[in-house]
């Protein structure tokens, strides 16, 4: 698709400059039925030349292209628009570009929003509402210690910041049979339970979706767009929201298990390899039940989670089920996960997740990205 753009616009670059040729009678071109003077034609020149620099920056990725291309295209349509009748044709790749440099733009708008909650999830200092403390190992129950022993994380801090890349598989619907593929990025803050996730979803070949979620300061959003334009779902101030995200956050804490021990988790031993999570922060709650295996080995988290957030979803059994682990950063973790709702019609597997890498800063001279 990228080369085929790239070959439109070229073409169109060359007919631009062909008409600049034809104004100044260096060569006869009867199929350009163009009259031109030569100060027009030197319009021309111009708008060819913009295109091929567009296409070259288009060609190497360039940073902020689409301003460049805006222009041009612009430009472009106002000689078209004088000599309509014989360049009306040229519209067609000067809307595309148009299209192309306008979804352009409303990713990088998507990109900075997330870069810049990103650096916001993690203050210079901590807050009041934060805690920081490692409760001891001997005060958390036996399965999960035995969690932290198995995993590595028995005697490694919190870190501070933590990164993780994925690739996804989801089912929107309980119905879907086929599976949208995409990749996320998400960052933590162990020490102030919160996270920042980004997901790009192709649907079909010419429809993407780009996600985000966000958990902060015991509010959760919701953010999800076609092509990065077109708002789709755009939760926030909502109290299902908040409750699920901060419910979402205590499953996905096993990426980083040392954070079991953070004083704002209380725990209760239900069974030999069972154990309840109640997370407390910014006057919100969230519980979860994680079971391991024999050995110490996480298995599953469940909780009780809002279906949507609109007024009449109510709360479903929700499951994270670990089917793949691997050791990174020196602690074992699920690396291939299965989330799964429990509905009245049967169960709804909606997500399979494979980590890619996960990254911890420990420190002030590290950096997880």
Not at 322 to 342: D, S
Request: net charge negative.
């Amino acid at each position: 698709m990228k080369i085929t753009f790239i070959l439109l616009l070229t073409l169109h670059a060359l007919i631009h400059l062909l008409g600049f040729l034809k104004a100044f009678e260096w060569m006869e071109l009867k199929a350009l039925p163009l009259h031109l003077s030569k100060s027009t034609g030197l319009l021309w020149l111009m708008a060819g030349l913009g295109m091929i620099l567009v296409v070259v920056a288009y060609a190497g990725s360039g940073k902020n292209w689409w301003y460049l291309a805006l222009l041009v295209a612009l430009f472009s349509q106002v000689l078209i628009s004088l000599y309509w009748s014989e360049a009306k044709f040229g519209t067609l790749p000067n809307l595309l570009l148009l299209l192309v440099a306008l979804h352009a733009w409303s990713m990088d708008r998507f990109e900075r929003k997330v870069a810049m909650e990103v650096q916001d999830l993690f203050p210079s200092e901590v807050t009041s509402g934060g805690q920081a403390e490692m409760q001891p190992l001997a005060a958390l129950p036996e399965p999960v210690q035995r969690w932290l022993k198995r995993s590595g994380a028995e005697a490694t801090p919190i870190p501070s910041q933590v990164q993780v890349l994925q690739d996804f598989e989801l089912k929107l619907k309980p119905e879907q049979t086929n599976w949208y593929r995409g990749s996320a990025s998400q960052f933590f803050n162990p020490l102030e339970p919160g996270f920042v996730w980004s997901l790009d979803l192709s649907i079909l070949p010419l429809v993407a979706v780009k996600g985000r979620d966000l958990l902060r300061r015991g509010n959760g959003e919701m953010l999800i767009k076609l092509w990065s334009l077109i708002p789709l779902v755009d939760e926030k101030d909502n109290p299902k929201i908040d409750e699920g995200s901060l419910q979402r956050f205590l499953g996905e804490l096993v990426w980083f298990p040392s954070a079991a021990r953070s004083s704002y988790l209380e725990w209760e031993r239900l069974g030999p390899n069972e154990a309840k999570a109640t997370l407390s922060y910014w006057g919100q709650k969230a519980t979860g039940t994680f079971t391991f295996d024999d050995s110490g080995r996480f298995l599953r988290f469940q909780t009780e989670r809002y279906l949507g957030g609109e007024e009449g979803a109510t709360r479903k059994p929700w499951i994270v089920e670990a089917k793949g682990y691997q050791t990174m950063e020196g602690v074992e973790l699920p690396v291939q996960c299965e989330a799964t709702w429990l509905l009245d019609e049967g169960p709804w597997t909606w997500a399979r997740i494979r980590i890619l890498s996960v990254t911890y800063r420990r420190d002030e001279g590290e950096s997880p990205a």
